[in-house]
């Protein structure tokens, strides 16, 4: 029996949520964005990053019971349960976001930003646990917002995983994993057909380069773009967008082909649902030529990839 | 005393060179760049990728005397003396592109895509040996055209080496390799702020994919864009352009700064000089913040890259 591959897949852009706005009210949300999708014939939806709450790493917390209630302890649970649900009832799957929070039996709890890849059946068939968070693991004095993603989540610890789904090798990321090469390039080294990502990113450079605040969505789009080409993979990309508590989040979440073309992207920065239809071996070729890894990888130079860590001038 | 940190550069892309043109008259148009280059403020001017002849790799040839006929022995040669002597009268820098051949004290020979950086003493201080050699090792049946690289070239054997030069750190690749995110990390894990790079590269895609071919351009500058950005260097990128014994190649040289804009390109197909004003210091508070290496870069979880050429699927 043939595989089915080509699929309809969506990408759902989610505009601010409000720090004081309940989960309840954000999954209502999600459901209408899962049944826009299923409507434009979509079998698999992407969701931002951290997509049932507002962003919580821009605030330094005094109080841990506070930081620990932005976080998932289960998945899925009493405010995403429907969610879940709906995915069986839609026939639709979905990539989601979210903080998890993991206790093991001796109560040790370590924190993730956390991605979850779900079936049709409404099972977790796959988790990704961000591996380069962003931002300072200290407030930033004089700062206009904190991003303390270093202070709030451990390094994820379960790699860049791969997975069969829905026909094809479907992978995830998150927000500034994007940016890395080595992330696309170690997915690509499993084959993927599909690459699902979400982002919440903030327009202004907080480091204030101005000059890199204009580019910030050339460059969300770029390092992308080059992405999908260089691996011969579709990317599935979702953003948070607009002013959530005073902070503007840039839009322009997509879909990519294995070109690196951007071939759907949203006009909004708020709720919005695209969609493409997406043939899974649309990347063969270019995996099989150009970018055939076999045939022109040549690992032996590329030893300081993963033998170093930063940068080190040369002595010459 | 501080460093010179504000460079004037130059790319200079050529038209075709005919089969039939002898070294001579291709150097006397190499001259004729650099003198622009200079008159245009530049102390360091950057030629194509296999300068002094036509792209040679496009035949199949039954005479090894004929192919051998391509490469040269010893650099700089009766050939290129001038445009050493030229890069020290003006005091202009450069990067050449040639195919070298080396032989041993027991006459076996090497063939190598090479690049060199010579300094305004007319001192090579810098070679690099192209190590993504495209194309096939046999020649294909039915082809618009051949591309032997793999045939005729040995994989370089001097890695991606970085140089301090003119104030600055310089790294070189080239043509194919600009293509390949683990170049541009390689280089950029030597703190280069500036890299060097020469390309033939046909419009038409040998593999029929039509679709490729109309991207060609795209995709040029977007390896490259990327590249710059994800590593906070300079890009200096020379075609050579236009139609070459009846296959079209693609220009679009160009000077690519840090944050991966395009900040000058070439509008002709032919022998043109583009100049930039290259602030050395300009991918700095990339390197520092969203791209500091020693900050964010997880190695742990990279392994893949390094240890394994082709792709393979998941299992789960």
Same mark, same amino acid.
């Given at each position: 029996?043939?595989?089915?591959?080509?699929?309809? %897949?969506?990408?759902?852009?989610?505009?601010? %949520?409000?720090?004081?706005?309940?989960?309840?009210?954000?999954?209502?949300?999600? &459901? /209408?964005?899962?049944?826009?999708?299923?409507?434009?014939?979509?079998? !698999?939806?992407?969701?931002?990053?951290?997509? #049932?709450?507002?962003?919580?790493?821009?605030?330094?917390?005094?109080?841990?019971?506070?930081?620990?209630?932005? !976080?998932?302890?289960?998945?899925?649970?009493?405010?995403?349960?429907?969610?879940?649900?709906?995915?069986?009832?839609?026939?639709?799957?979905?990539? #989601? $976001?979210?903080?998890?929070?993991?206790?093991?039996?001796?109560?040790?709890?370590?924190?993730?930003?956390?991605?979850?890849?779900?079936?049709?059946?409404?099972?977790?068939? $796959?988790? @990704?646990? /961000?591996?380069?968070?962003?931002?300072?693991?200290?407030?930033?004095?004089?700062?206009?917002?904190?991003?303390?993603?270093?202070? @709030? !989540?451990?390094?994820?610890?379960? $790699?860049?995983?791969?997975?069969?789904?829905?026909?094809?090798?479907?992978?995830?990321?998150?927000?500034?994993?994007?940016?890395?090469?080595?992330?696309?390039?170690? #997915?690509?080294?499993? $084959?993927?057909?599909?690459?699902?990502?979400? @982002?919440?990113?903030?327009?202004?450079?907080?480091?204030?380069?101005?000059?890199?605040?204009?580019?910030?969505?050339?460059?969300?789009?770029?390092?992308?773009?080059?992405?999908?080409?260089?691996?011969?993979?579709?990317?599935?990309?979702?953003? /948070?967008?607009?002013?959530?508590?005073?902070?503007?989040?840039?839009?322009?979440?997509?879909?990519?082909?294995?070109?690196?073309?951007?071939?759907?992207?949203?006009?909004?920065?708020?709720?919005?649902?695209?969609?493409?239809?997406?043939? #899974?071996?649309?990347?063969?070729? &270019?995996?099989?030529?150009? !970018?055939?890894?076999?045939?022109?990888?040549?690992?032996?130079? @590329?030893?300081?990839?993963?033998?170093?860590?930063?940068?080190? /001038?040369?002595?010459?």
């Amino acid at each position: 029996m043939a595989l089915r591959r080509v699929l309809n %897949v969506s990408v759902a852009q989610m505009g601010p %949520v409000a720090r004081s706005e309940s989960r309840h009210k954000v999954v209502n949300r999600m &459901i /209408k964005l899962m049944e826009e999708a299923h409507q434009q014939g979509s079998s !698999f939806v992407v969701f931002p990053e951290l997509a #049932l709450t507002t962003f919580f790493p821009r605030w330094d917390y005094d109080d841990n019971d506070e930081l620990e209630s932005w !976080f998932e302890v289960n998945m899925p649970n009493a405010y995403t349960n429907r969610l879940f649900e709906c995915a069986v009832q839609l026939g639709c799957g979905f990539y #989601l $976001g979210y903080a998890e929070l993991e206790e093991d039996s001796l109560g040790r709890k370590q924190f993730f930003n956390t991605s979850i890849l779900v079936d049709t059946k409404g099972c977790i068939i $796959g988790k @990704y646990r /961000k591996i380069h968070l962003p931002g300072t693991d200290e407030p930033v004095t004089g700062a206009s917002h904190q991003h303390l993603e270093k202070k @709030y !989540f451990d390094v994820g610890n379960l $790699g860049f995983p791969a997975f069969n789904f829905q026909g094809g090798v479907f992978g995830m990321c998150i927000c500034n994993d994007r940016r890395w090469p080595e992330v696309w390039r170690v #997915l690509g080294l499993q $084959g993927v057909e599909v690459v699902a990502l979400g @982002y919440n990113t903030p327009m202004e450079n907080r480091y204030g380069l101005s000059k890199l605040t204009d580019l910030s969505m050339f460059h969300n789009h770029l390092c992308m773009q080059a992405g999908a080409y260089q691996n011969g993979t579709w990317v599935l990309a979702a953003a /948070k967008a607009g002013v959530e508590e005073g902070i503007h989040h840039i839009g322009g979440s997509c879909i990519i082909s294995p070109t690196g073309e951007i071939v759907g992207i949203c006009k909004s920065e708020d709720d919005e649902v695209i969609t493409a239809e997406c043939d #899974l071996s649309e990347g063969d070729k &270019i995996r099989e030529t150009i !970018f055939n890894f076999e045939n022109h990888r040549q690992i032996k130079y @590329y030893g300081s990839i993963t033998s170093q860590t930063g940068a080190l /001038k040369p002595n010459n």
